[in-house]
Every structure is written in structure tokens, then in C-alpha cells.
């Protein structure tokens, strides 16, 4: 049984980390079958969004640590001599696909980064966010770099100073996520409607407004509105926007094709 299952319907690809029996711990091979599992989501025309989400009623426990703890060679090559490519919470930030991230329980350690590295989170009222300084271990997935830029600096140090978990009350009141479901399949049904709206939309507007997203974290002002509207220019001469106009004409629904 794959540890990680992959499968695409309706220009949705569902990416689901798949241990149950260790909460969907993420074994060092895991990392490479998830960055596989993004990649071929991002390089198929056919996919226009992803739902990345846990077997059962865990989202992820983290990083397995007995498992990492017997690899300690390996685990330090991929610290040392890291590969930018093997690892999926960079596959996340670079891929223009959005990512909807279905919380659908407890997500600890490496796990919060993978969530916060998703573009959307929707997340089950009794999840929770665990950070990775309850086990003496620095956060290691990005969070660090995100989570002080969504929550502001002092909720981001209560986090993993304090090593208060954050509950679905109080990550949708941080703005970590933006809406919670009763329950752990809530999420994921819930996860699922938000990528196929996303999927309903015109895909290479929407790809293109998150590489923006990305790029103005960095981008001067002016950059970056020269930037946009270097985006801009090529999508009047798109399928896409003439199909848009059209179909607002008429008073009918899109059929969006990505061209």
C-alpha cells in the first residue's frame, strides 16, 4: 500500500498521506513521493487545483521520528546537502496550482509547515496544530518563515515559545486558516468544493495571480506592478478571456479550457 495516493478527477488532483497506523507519520521516503505527487500535479494541464489532506481522522503527525532517528546519515544529508527538489513544502512554493489543504486532525511538527505552505486551509474543529518545540526540535518545514507573516510575530512566539497547540477556534482566529469544518470529513468534503471552485475558475488567470502573490512578497512597488502587467498582456490573447467576455454576453456559465 502506497504511503502516499495520488488521484486526479475532475481537474482536481487529492494528494493524501496514507500511514493510519502512525497518524500518516512522514517516513524520509515519503518526502520524495510527495514532491513526485505535487510535481505531476503542477506539470498536468489537466489539473487545475490540489487537495492535500490525512488518511482516517489524522492530517499528519509530523516528521516519524523513530524511523528519522535510525537514518541519521540520510537525515543529515538532506540537512547538509539539501536538495531543494526532494523536498515538497519547496514544490509548494513553487508550483503555480493552488493547493487547498484539508486539516482533518491533529497536525504536528513537519506537519504545520506542510498545511501552511497550502494556499487555503480549511480545517476540523478539533484539529490541532502542535508545534515541533514540544519535542526539542526546531520547525523545520517552513513554518518559521510563514507563519510570523500570517499571525504577526507574538502569536507566532506563543506558538513555539510557549508550545501552545492552536485548536480550529484559534487558527481560524489567527487567520491560519480561513474556515473550519464540524469534523474531520467536513474538512475534507469541504476542501474538495473549494478546489473544484477553484478548478471552475480560468486556470492560467488563477496561476498567474499566484506567482504574482509569490513574487510581491519580494518585488519593489513598482517592479512588481510592471511585473503584472507584463502578466497581463498575454491573457487578452487567450482562449480563456475571449470565452469569458463571450460567455458574459450571453448570460451562460464559462467553459474555461486553459489555452
Known sequence: MSEV???VSGHVATITMNRPERL??????????????????ERDADVRAVVLTGTGGAFCAGLDLIE???????????????DADAAPIVMMQRMSTPVVAAVNGAAAGY???????????VMARNAKFVPATRRNLVPESGDTYLLPRLVGW????????????????????????????D???????RAAELAAQIAAMPPLAVQAAKKMMRAGRTDG??????????QLVP??????????????????????KGE
Open 154 to 181: 507574538e502569536q507566532a512566539a506563543r506558538f513555539y515559545f510557549l508550545g501552545e497547540s492552536m485548536d480550529g477556534d484559534a487558527a481560524l482566529a489567527a487567520g491560519v486558516v480561513s474556515e473550519l469544518a
Open 111 to 121: 506537519a504545520v509547515g506542510i498545511a501552511i505552505n497550502a494556499d487555503i486551509r
Open 68 to 82: 528519522a532517528a535510525g537514518q541519521m546519515d540520510r537525515l543529515r544529508t538532506i540537512a547538509f546537502d539539501f
Open 5 to 7: 495516493l495520488y488521484d
Open 183 to 189: 469534523d474531520s470529513d467536513g474538512a475534507k468534503e
Open 235 to 256: 491573457l487578452f490573447g487567450t482562449h480563456d478571456f475571449a470565452e469569458a467576455v463571450a460567455a458574459f454576453m450571453e448570460k451562460r456559465a464559462p467553459e474555461f
Open 24 to 41: 500518516n507519520a512522514i517516513t524520509l521516503d515519503m518526502l520524495d513521493m510527495l514532491s513526485d505527487a505535487l510535481r505531476s500535479a
Open 221 to 230: 512597488y513598482e517592479e512588481h506592478v510592471e511585473r503584472v502587467l507584463q
